[in-house]
């Protein structure tokens, strides 16, 4: 533009701007002629709604007032970001549009200023910035629930992009809906953060039946939500997602909420980290509550199950994992309490197993071969030990522990069922591996008798017992 359509550009603007701010608080407080559209504000009660008809109004009127300026003036040259330097003015759309072009014509005119449409709709929507952000922050300002507030975020930065691609970063109106977005991710952060803590404060005792408690559940779905949202959110496309590979989270703190606190765009990570590391940690201290040791137990009579314990944080973790698996976006959390959940259930067939062989009177036995194992690969030994040699080991004795053992495993309640564990899968591992836990117990007993090296082949070896191991495996079950 020459001088004199700077002059006549900057007049436009300005008093494009006092009209576009009058026709905002109109569409917020009166509507349309005749009530049609109804007036925004008539939704405040329902947040996401507001905001998101405010921001759908902005930019329509965007796309209507860029048309009106590249029709009147031309598409012209150069890089909005480039071309426009920072300037006040009346945002609150009550200057008039004479004082409010001549002014803006001056500051153009003394900068030297390349206007462009870009610049021209920058100083256009400028009117609408201050009360646009005030209503937003207004509805942030109220703590609204976590999965809102992320929804805010999400749909605050979405219209950010599509003004960023009109009006560039630069533009009065880009920054305000940076800004607002930035504050609706930092309202969800805090709130995450003190969600967590609130978590790790109270948690809650064990149901009798050792399913998750309302407090997992309940956060759970709230999780499960927020990963809808994240998936079907319009700016999914340039979100960083969560990696498999990512780091493993150690411990839940503030610090860990807060070092993301400051990023414009939430990643399902630290969403992920944020809200699963205490809830697995208010688990953990839940479940106290059924260990043995703890003063805290719940049982009146000494009577817990040793199993609830680990039971217990199975299940728990079991409802995240299966809320996570179907979730390709957080594949990386569902591998890792995967894993977690087949630690604990080695330690549960761990534990019950050696019950079993203590009950089958084949625990002593495996004991004693043990120490004899270890002390044979001790340097210096005697040669000449030999565990048939041993009173405690000899083959009358195994011969009557392995008969005791299998007359144990006959009984049709011998194997546990673990009807408290609530995952089919996981419950019918569990008595698969006590299974061959029991199976390979018997079989290292049977095999020791079978050696030449240890001294039962002079009196019979494996011939003095009756049953073999392939007949324990099909009593088992074990294939």
């Known amino acids: 533009m020459n001088?004199?359509?700077?002059?006549?550009?900057?007049?436009?603007?300005?008093?494009?701007?006092?009209?576009?701010?009058?026709?905002?608080?109109?569409?917020?407080?009166?509507?349309g002629p005749g009530g049609l559209p109804r007036p925004i504000e008539i939704h405040a009660h329902d947040p996401r709604r507001y905001?998101?008809?405010?921001?759908?109004?902005?930019?329509?009127?965007?796309?209507?007032?860029?048309?009106?300026?590249?029709?009147?003036?031309?598409?012209?040259?150069?890089?909005?970001?480039?071309?426009?330097?920072a300037s006040?003015?009346?945002?609150?759309?009550?200057?008039?549009?004479?004082?409010?072009?001549?002014?803006?014509?001056?500051?153009?005119?003394?900068?030297?200023?390349?206007?462009?449409?870009?610049?021209l709709l920058d100083r256009i929507f400028e009117s609408v910035c201050r009360p646009l952000r005030v209503r937003i922050e207004q509805v942030l300002m109220m703590s609204p629930p976590l999965?809102?507030?992320?929804?805010?975020?999400?749909?605050?930065?979405?219209?950010?992009?599509?003004?960023?691609?009109?009006?560039?970063?630069?533009?009065?109106?880009?920054?305000?809906?940076?800004?607002?977005g930035e504050l609706a991710n930092r309202t969800f952060l805090e709130q995450l953060r003190v969600f967590g803590e609130r978590m790790l404060r109270t948690p809650p005792p064990p149901p009798p039946d050792l399913t998750p408690p309302t407090q997992v559940t309940q956060t759970l779905q709230l999780l499960s939500d927020i990963i809808t949202a994240y998936e079907g959110s319009l700016q999914h496309s340039s979100i960083p997602t969560s990696s498999t590979n990512s780091e493993e989270p150690t411990a839940f703190s503030e610090g860990s909420v807060a070092n993301i606190a400051s990023a414009a765009v939430v990643t399902l990570d630290a969403i992920l980290n944020a809200v699963l590391v205490?809830?697995?940690?208010?688990?953990?201290?839940?479940?106290?509550?059924?260990?043995?040791?703890?003063?805290?137990?719940?049982?009146?009579?000494?009577?817990?199950?040793?199993?609830?314990?680990?039971?217990?944080?199975?299940?728990c973790m079991a409802a995240c994992q299966a809320t996570l698996a179907v979730r390709p976006?957080?594949?990386?959390?569902?591998?890792?309490?995967?894993?977690?959940?087949?630690?604990?259930?080695?330690?549960?067939?761990?534990?019950?197993?050696?019950?079993?062989?203590?009950?089958?009177?084949?625990?002593?036995?495996?004991?004693?071969?043990?120490?004899?194992?270890?002390?044979?690969?001790?340097?210096?030994?005697?040669?000449?030990?030999?565990?048939?040699?041993?009173?405690?080991?000899?083959?009358?004795?195994?011969?009557?522990?392995?008969?005791?053992?299998?007359?144990?495993?006959?009984?049709?309640?011998?194997?546990?069922?673990?009807?408290?564990?609530?995952?089919?899968?996981?419950?019918g591992a569990a008595v698969a591996r006590v299974a061959g836990s029991l199976v390979a117990a018997y079989e290292q007993v049977y095999g020791l008798l079978s050696d030449p090296a240890a001294g039962y082949a002079e009196q019979g070896g494996s011939s003095s017992v009756k049953h073999t191991p392939a007949q324990v495996r099909t009593i088992l079950g074990v294939i």
């Open 147 to 180: 999965l809102l507030c992320y929804q805010l975020g999400q749909l605050t930065l979405f219209y950010h992009s599509l003004v960023v691609n009109v009006l560039g970063s630069k533009a009065a109106l880009s920054q305000t809906l940076g800004a607002c």
């Open 329 to 427: 976006a957080a594949a990386g959390w569902a591998h890792r309490i995967a894993g977690d959940i087949n630690g604990q259930l080695e330690s549960l067939v761990e534990q019950e197993a050696g019950r079993l062989l203590v009950r089958a009177a084949l625990a002593e036995v495996l004991e004693r071969l043990r120490l004899y194992q270890a002390s044979s690969g001790v340097a210096g030994a005697a040669a000449t030990a030999l565990p048939a040699a041993d009173p405690a080991l000899s083959l009358p004795v195994l011969a009557e522990a392995l008969r005791k053992f299998f007359v144990a495993i006959s009984s049709p309640d011998a194997l546990p069922e673990f009807a408290a564990i609530q995952s089919p899968r996981l419950r």
């Open 278 to 315: 205490p809830l697995l940690e208010m688990v953990k201290r839940s479940a106290e509550a059924l260990s043995p040791d703890s003063p805290a137990r719940l049982d009146d009579g000494g009577k817990l199950d040793p199993m609830a314990y680990r039971v217990y944080i199975i299940n």
């Open 3 to 31: 001088g004199i359509g700077c002059l006549g550009g900057m007049q436009v603007a300005g008093a494009r701007h006092g009209a576009l701010f009058q026709r905002f608080i109109v569409a917020l407080t009166r509507g």
């Open 88 to 119: 006040d003015s009346g945002a609150d759309g009550t200057v008039s549009g004479q004082q409010q072009g001549a002014a803006l014509a001056e500051s153009a005119s003394a900068a030297g200023e390349l206007l462009t449409p870009a610049v």
């Open 51 to 85: 905001v998101a008809d405010m921001l759908a109004w902005v930019h329509q009127a965007l796309c209507g007032e860029r048309e009106f300026v590249v029709a009147l003036f031309g598409s012209g040259g150069g890089s909005s970001d480039d071309s426009r330097t």
